[in-house]
């Protein structure tokens, strides 16, 4: 850390201009999960590589990448190409490129479930896709999720992704928990939630026969990085196989992020239906539903309708095919690197500062928990952190340059370098002693 403390950055041309936004956009904001920033939601003028300038004059060092996708980083120079040489060709045919053909056969490559491929535009539709594929499958209703795992924001999943623990009922078997007024009850009607990482719980229900789906993240991410316990994906995995229920990975978050394999190549088990978002297009409004042939063709020729028209836009394609060719190992192997220095790098500086927290998840993908003294098992006891000190805590560090999400997740690019993480340290030093103060 520099021995002059420099002045904080300002963000009030940020927060005014939020204000006048609210004239014209509900809440100033065009998601959810933009509001409710503090100091305030920041309004930019323009990315690159890892960092972000906003309209007060400031460079921040990002670590929200888009929630995400920025796998390599804002800008990356090949996307920019491809989707450029894309534009000269067209935007939207309402037909077939060659470039979704091209992006196809890479996701094929890449992912061991995907067989056959179909694209969309955003995560919550790849996850209506595969769950309304799963039901035709197997001709049954009922569709196990777990608390704290998000899928989209569409009334019938948005259940139980941020229960308050009061509402939920027993641990062992919780009430679905609505996520939104304007929610039906009845939209909950074949939803089913238990608590993740509790495999004699899933292995139970699946035994009565009449599950469509298992849908979860294979390594939770959105709400907090949690790792599956040791046998756990195996145990669903064998269950789901034993039961004729569609295991469906939600793979969003964690398709092309946790290598070119997902989650999936990570840790060997293979569902039958996986969905991505994300990382998939850098930034491009792309997102799939993969997996067993059998399953994925039935919207050929099993009745199963799948529509959108920005499917597999000829931009959105130049990018998924510009992103995947780069995804080499080489790539992920610096992303680990950079982002494990930081992991330890952060455990020690908290350490040091008497801050008791808990860094857990991927050199790509993890997540900062305060005032928990174990790394949590399942979403339960991360509802138990301490969620204000950590809101303090990436306040602190917004004000030295250094964006991370509030909710505690951070994302790597290839483009965090050293000098990008040491700076990331001696702002995450300054920051948890301001904290501690
Ligand atoms: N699934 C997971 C695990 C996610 O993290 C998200 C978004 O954050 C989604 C689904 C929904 O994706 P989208 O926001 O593109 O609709």
Same mark, same amino acid.
């Given at each position: 850390?520099?021995?002059?403390?420099?002045?904080?950055?300002?963000?009030?041309?940020?927060?005014?201009?939020?204000?006048?936004?609210?004239?014209?956009?509900?809440?100033?904001?065009?998601?959810?999960?933009?509001?409710?920033?503090?100091?305030?939601?920041?309004?930019?003028?323009?990315?690159?590589?890892?960092?972000?300038?906003?309209?007060?004059?400031?460079?921040?060092?990002?670590?929200?990448?888009?929630?995400?996708?920025?796998?390599?980083?804002?800008?990356?120079?090949?996307? !920019?190409?491809?989707?450029?040489?894309?534009?000269?060709?067209?935007?939207?045919?309402?037909?077939?490129?060659?470039?979704?053909?091209?992006?196809?056969?890479?996701? %094929?490559?890449?992912?061991? %479930?995907?067989?056959?491929?179909?694209?969309?535009?955003?995560?919550?539709?790849?996850?209506?896709?595969?769950?309304?594929?799963?039901? $035709?499958?197997?001709?049954?209703?009922? @569709?196990?999720?777990?608390?704290?795992?998000?899928?989209?924001?569409?009334?019938?999943?948005?259940?139980?992704?941020?229960?308050?623990?009061?509402?939920?009922?027993?641990?062992?078997?919780?009430?679905? !928990?609505?996520?939104?007024?304007?929610?039906?009850?009845?939209?909950?009607?074949?939803?089913?939630?238990?608590?993740?990482?509790?495999?004699?719980?899933?292995?139970?229900?699946?035994?009565?026969?009449?599950?469509?789906?298992?849908?979860?993240?294979?390594?939770? %991410?959105?709400?907090?990085?949690?790792?599956?316990?040791?046998?756990?994906?195996?145990? @669903?995995?064998?269950? %789901?196989?034993?039961?004729?229920? @569609?295991?469906?990975?939600?793979?969003?978050?964690?398709?092309?992020?946790?290598?070119?394999?997902?989650?999936?190549?990570?840790?060997?088990?293979?569902?039958?239906?996986?969905?991505?978002?994300?990382?998939?297009?850098?930034?491009?409004?792309?997102?799939?539903?993969?997996?067993?042939?059998?399953?994925?063709?039935?919207?050929?020729?099993?009745?199963?309708?799948?529509?959108?028209?920005?499917?597999?836009?000829?931009?959105?394609?130049?990018?998924? @095919?510009?992103?995947?060719?780069?995804?080499?190992?080489?790539?992920?192997?610096?992303?680990?690197?950079?982002?494990?220095?930081?992991?330890?790098?952060?455990?020690?500086?908290?350490?040091?500062?008497?801050?008791?927290?808990?860094?857990?998840?991927?050199?790509?993908?993890?997540?900062?928990?305060?005032?928990?003294?174990?790394?949590?098992?399942?979403?339960?006891?991360?509802?138990?952190?301490?969620?204000?000190?950590?809101?303090?805590?990436?306040? $602190?560090?917004?004000?030295?340059?250094?964006?991370?999400?509030?909710?505690?997740?951070?994302?790597?690019?290839?483009?965090?370098?050293? $000098? !990008?993480?040491?700076?990331?340290?001696?702002?995450?030093?300054?920051?948890?002693?301001?904290?501690?103060?």
């Amino acid at each position: 850390a520099t021995a002059e403390t420099p002045a904080p950055l300002s963000f009030a041309e940020s927060a005014r201009r939020i204000r006048d936004n609210a004239a014209v956009i509900a809440g100033g904001v065009n998601s959810n999960f933009r509001m409710n920033i503090a100091p305030t939601p920041l309004v930019f003028e323009r990315a690159d590589g890892p960092y972000l300038f906003d309209v007060d004059g400031n460079r921040l060092i990002d670590y929200y990448l888009g929630m995400g996708p920025m796998i390599l980083g804002h800008r990356p120079q090949g996307v !920019v190409d491809a989707v450029s040489a894309a534009m000269e060709r067209g935007i939207l045919f309402g037909g077939q490129s060659d470039l979704e053909t091209e992006a196809a056969r890479l996701v %094929c490559e890449f992912v061991p %479930c995907a067989e056959r491929i179909r694209f969309a535009s955003s995560g919550s539709e790849a996850d209506q896709a595969a769950i309304r594929l799963a039901r $035709a499958a197997t001709g049954r209703r009922v @569709v196990l999720k777990f608390e704290g795992h998000y899928h989209g924001w569409f009334d019938n999943v948005l259940w139980s992704t941020a229960p308050p623990p009061d509402a939920a009922g027993p641990a062992d078997h919780p009430v679905p !928990v609505s996520g939104s007024r304007g929610q039906l009850g009845e939209a909950a009607y074949g939803i089913e939630v238990l608590p993740w990482n509790d495999l004699a719980l899933v292995e139970a229900r699946l035994a009565q026969g009449d599950v469509a789906a298992v849908i979860m993240e294979a390594t939770m %991410c959105n709400a907090g990085a949690i790792r599956p316990a040791d046998g756990y994906l195996e145990g @669903v995995r064998a269950a %789901c196989s034993a039961a004729g229920t @569609v295991l469906i990975f939600d793979e969003v978050i964690t398709g092309f992020r946790l290598g070119a394999g997902g989650a999936q190549g990570h840790f060997g088990v293979t569902p039958d239906l996986a969905t991505f978002g994300k990382a998939i297009a850098n930034g491009f409004p792309v997102a799939a539903v993969a997996g067993r042939a059998d399953i994925l063709d039935l919207v050929a020729t099993g009745g199963v309708v799948h529509g959108g028209t920005y499917n597999a836009q000829l931009l959105s394609m130049a990018a998924t @095919v510009a992103t995947l060719r780069a995804l080499t190992p080489d790539l992920y192997a610096g992303i680990e690197r950079a982002g494990a220095r930081l992991m330890e790098g952060m455990r020690a500086r908290f350490e040091a500062a008497g801050v008791r927290a808990v860094v857990t998840g991927y050199p790509a993908i993890f997540h900062v928990a305060f005032g928990l003294d174990a790394p949590a098992r399942n979403y339960r006891d991360l509802a138990r952190s301490d969620k204000k000190a950590y809101v303090a805590f990436t306040t $602190a560090l917004l004000e030295r340059g250094v964006r991370a999400l509030e909710r505690g997740a951070w994302f790597l690019s290839s483009t965090h370098d050293d $000098a !990008v993480i040491d700076a990331t340290l001696d702002a995450v030093e300054d920051a948890a002693r301001v904290l501690r103060a």
